[in-house]
């Protein structure tokens, strides 16, 4: 059998610490932004960008709150626990890479502290030695949406300037421990998330005070700065290292062929598509520009800011794939499905999870040949996967045809891209190991392709168990993809 995937294909599986780790106190760990967001299917909220959003009254009423009760990213997968099964579990599967990202409160607890944290640090050292003694490579995430608290409660998250100086010594530090254990580097996870979700992304809180946009397209660009400034780090500090952005690529389709759709479509790809800009090309497109103009929006930029992001381009794209969007100049005319930040109008020809996301194989391949075209630099899917329930059978089996189904599918189109001739470093299927959901904080929305026994609300034996797809998981990597 033969294969497009060339050899050191880096084929793996990813998390975030918020989502996988739990243990959220322990060893000096400060509060973190996902530690104050509660279980989301318990409360009455008119919808998800509330629940994922708290208020300052929420948040201190989280604060004094103490234990894992109703809110699961405390408890995650309890991955601190169990990162050594976890490991073991991850060299059998066979996974080249494991994309993971460091928790900036393990290191930094409130984000001001002058010293790190060193019982954080080693934590994370042990992780990568052991993860390269099992020749799996870590590719690690700066930042996945877990920012310490005190920068959201004091500055406003990403909107206050002060965070880039904060991040920056955080960068810094992890950079230089790591220095030979780690050798990619991302940034900032899904950074467009930002103005999308802006809590989620950059910390803004949700007060119902000023104008929250406004405020959000600031974070986004001080992200951005802080991006730039910890690429040129890396790049400095440990030249062997390799540094990429990440996108949540969210494809737009036109929902006709009607030429007012076409080019609505073509204008929100470009808004998706102007994040990699900044940190590809270093600079902002003329469609942002535009964009704050039409919408009244101000960003503050300090001098060199447009140096800094110059001189800090990436050396990868790397970005997360889960459905495509339909645009059409009245969407009114169209019905709605779900997604986890946002609905989108109905696209009749593709079917949907459970979680009324679109599910869109060839729309894959139609992103890669598209950022290929675009860019011209390598590219890395480092998130792709389907949220299922899943059942234990009575002999404790889990048949997740689906995930496989839906693995197989994915990975096809891939292949066809990759035959195309685009520069792909890897793909790390999301999860691993069953993780709390980003979105709606349920244990039970399923991505791993190892179950792990915790409910909704932590309770379970968080026993470790195979699942059909990772039998399947393991003999793809291990020829290389051929059987595909
Ligand atoms: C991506 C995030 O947007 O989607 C992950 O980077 C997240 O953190 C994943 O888990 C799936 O979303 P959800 O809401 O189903 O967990």
């Known amino acids: 059998m033969s294969t497009v995937f060339p050899d050191g294909f880096l084929w ?45 009254e929420r948040i201190a ?6 234990g894992i009760a109703g809110y699961p990213k405390r408890n995650g997968s309890q991955h601190y626990t169990h990162w050594e099964e976890d490991v073991e579990l991850f060299a059998e599967l066979g996974i080249r890479a494991l994309r993971m990202s460091i928790a900036w409160t393990r290191i930094f607890p409130t984000g001001v502290e002058t010293e790190p944290n060193e019982a954080g640090l080693a934590f994370y050292e042990r992780l990568f030695t052991r ?17 310490p608290l005190h920068l959201v409660t004091e500055y406003d998250g990403w909107a206050g300037r002060e965070v880039v100086t904060h991040f920056e010594r955080y960068a810094r530090t992890i950079i230089t421990r790591y220095r030979g254990l780690v050798k ?10 930002t103005t999308i979700e802006p809590y989620t992304g950059g910390g803004v809180v949700n007060s119902g005070v000023g104008d929250r946009t406004q405020r959000a397209h600031q974070a986004l660009h001080h ?6 400034l910890a690429t040129t780090l890396v790049h400095e500090i440990d030249p062997d290292a390799q540094v990429g952005c990440m996108l949540a690529r969210m494809l737009h389709y036109p929902a006709s062929s009607d030429p007012r759709d076409v080019q609505q479509a073509q204008h929100d790809n470009d808004l998706n598509l102007s994040h990699t800009d900044v940190q590809v090309r270093g600079a902002y497109p003329g469609i942002v520009r535009r964009f704050w103009r039409d919408s009244g929006i101000e960003v503050r930029m300090a001098p060199g800011d447009e140096q800094i992001l110059a001189a800090g381009t990436v050396d990868f794209l790397s970005f997360s794939y889960y459905m495509t969007l339909v645009s059409a100049v009245d969407p009114s005319k169209y019905g709605a499905t779900g997604g986890n930040l946002f609905s989108t109008i109905k696209n009749p020809h593709l079917p949907t999870s459970e979680w009324g996301w679109h599910l869109d194989p060839v729309g894959i391949r139609i992103a890669l040949t598209d950022l290929w075209t675009r860019y011209q630099v390598p590219l890395f899917i480092v998130e792709n996967g389907l949220g299922a329930s899943d059942t234990v059978e009575a002999d404790g089996s889990i048949r997740d045809e689906y995930r496989i189904d839906y693995m197989q599918k994915h990975l096809t189109q891939v292949a066809e891209a990759v035959a195309d001739g685009v520069e792909l470093m890897g793909y ?3 999860g691993g190991i069953d993780i709390v959901s980003a979105s709606t904080s349920q244990m039970t929305k399923r991505y791993g392709v190892i179950h792990v026994d915790l409910d909704d609300h932590g309770q379970g034996t968080g026993a470790r168990t195979p699942k059909a797809s990772f039998h399947w998981y393991r003999e793809l990597i291990a020829n290389n993809g051929a059987q595909l």
Request: hydrophobic share 40%.
């Open 223 to 228: 992200q951005y700065v802080a991006s730039a």
């Open 428 to 430: 790390t299927c999301w």
């Open 12 to 56: 793996g599986v990813a998390f975030a610490a918020n989502q996988a780790e739990g243990s959220y106190d322990a060893d000096g760990k400060g509060l973190s932004q996902a530690d104050v967001v509660p279980f989301g299917k318990d409360l009455d909220y008119v919808d998800l960008h509330e629940a994922m959003s708290p208020s300052p």
């Open 131 to 147: 993860l390269r003694e099992r020749g799996i490579e870590p590719v690690v995430t700066m930042s996945h949406y877990e920012m």
């Open 184 to 193: 990619y580097w991302l940034t900032f996870n899904e950074i467009n998330t």
């Open 61 to 66: 009423r989280a604060v004094e709150t103490p």
